[in-house]
């Protein structure tokens, strides 16, 4: 119809950045979605063999040959500088960033911060501040952050963050998850401060709910957790093409600018003040 040939034509000829997570689940499917549309899509992946054959797969789907890889692992702050002066070198125009990661693990980053806060925020916010220069000059640019109806559950312990890098192990999955809880109610207060840094600007930006994704949830679960909730997972969650809805509305939707800051969640903009 009219609306959906508009939005194809948004992302047409457009530079799109897409963070880890594009080589699988709705990362993956909203790759492959820009790449249909006429974008030119870059997979910024820790893995070339898995991300390669990513790349491969979506040029097969959709016979745009302007995907391509470059490296990047969000746990190596170091790799994030590397990653962005190469880019910016390379490429350029950056009409589109999504940061996707969504990792829940134990450890901890070459930089010695947690490795949930360090890949899921701290990654993310660098490269997002070290490409602005190259989105203010390509704007109308957006930033897409994915979040997770998770952060609910999230806080931030500033004193944990400062003295201890949010780096204490973890002895349980339900403390790991506390900590992706954190991480993603980071990802939706780095998008409201980021919209209110970028006022009079050309780039705008949004955080996102995708839903529960059936391909995602058991990726870095316990066998008793898996267990525990699988019988559910035909109930709640959704599979990675409507997962991906979210992602695609606040990448193409026209008419969402003054919205820049919110958080969206199944396609719908309900609103949540931060403020």
Known sequence: NQRTSKR????????????PGANTGIGKTTAMDLARRGAKVILACRDRRRAEAAVQEIIQE??????????LDLASLQSVRSFADNFLKSKS?????????????????EDGFGMIFGVNHLGHFLLTVLLLDRLKASGPSRVVNVSSGAHK???VDFNCLTTHKDSSLSSSYFQLYQKYCNSKLCNILFTYELAKRLQGSD???YSLHPG?????IFRHSSFWWTLLIKPLVFLFFV??????????????????EHLSGHYFTQCAPKLWELS
Do not use: P, W
């Not at 194809?8 to 963070?19: N, S």
């Not at 529960?212 to 995602?216: F, L, M």
């Open 62 to 71: 959709t016979g745009n040959q302007q995907v391509i890889f470059m490296q």
């Open 203 to 205: 780039v705008t930006c």
């Open 93 to 109: 125009r950056l009409d589109l960033l999504i940061n996707n990661a969504g990792l829940i693990s134990d450890g901890k980053t």
């Open 8 to 19: 194809y034509r948004l992302a047409e000829g457009k530079t799109v950045l897409h963070l």
């Open 212 to 216: 529960a994704i059936t391909t995602e």
């Open 239 to 256: 599979d990675a093409d409507s997962g991906a809805q979210t992602s695609l509305h606040c990448a193409l939707e026209s008419g969402i």
């Open 153 to 155: 559950q999230g806080k």
